[in-house]
Nanobody
């Protein structure tokens, strides 16, 4: 059974940092990209970042470039999202998702339950 479990969310002041983790199980971790998404209240889900399992390529939405860093620990089957210089507009539920290929194609088939991030001004 494929499982993705997010952790690390919380309440932080603007300018602060959080590190989200996505623990994956039930599939061959090395064979699939992992993406991070977020959904703020009243807004559509937004793709935040992705890491390819084939070559480690990383992708970020423009609003988080230079502030967020995605990384993968293949030994632990975990993908992390380091979030620095957080802004109130980063407030959202954050989800990780399993890609359908090793590359970041924008297609995902399994999702975690999410972790809440709140950035106060």
């Amino acid at each position: 059974e494929v499982q993705l479990v997010e952790s690390g969310g919380g309440l932080v002041q603007a300018g602060g940092s959080l590190r989200l983790s996505c623990a994956a199980s039930g599939f061959t971790f090395d064979d699939y990209a992992i993406g991070w998404f977020r959904q703020a209240p009243g807004k559509e889900r937004e793709g935040v970042s992705c890491i390819s399992s084939s070559d480690g390529s990383t992708y970020y939405t423009d609003s988080v470039k230079g502030r967020f860093t995605i990384s993968s620990d293949n030994a632990e089957n975990t993908v992390s999202l380091q979030m620095n210089s957080l802004k109130p507009e980063d407030t959202a539920d954050y989800y990780c998702a399993k890609g359908v290929t090793p590359s970041c194609t924008g297609m995902y088939d399994y999702w975690g339950q999410g972790t809440q991030v709140t950035v106060s001004s």
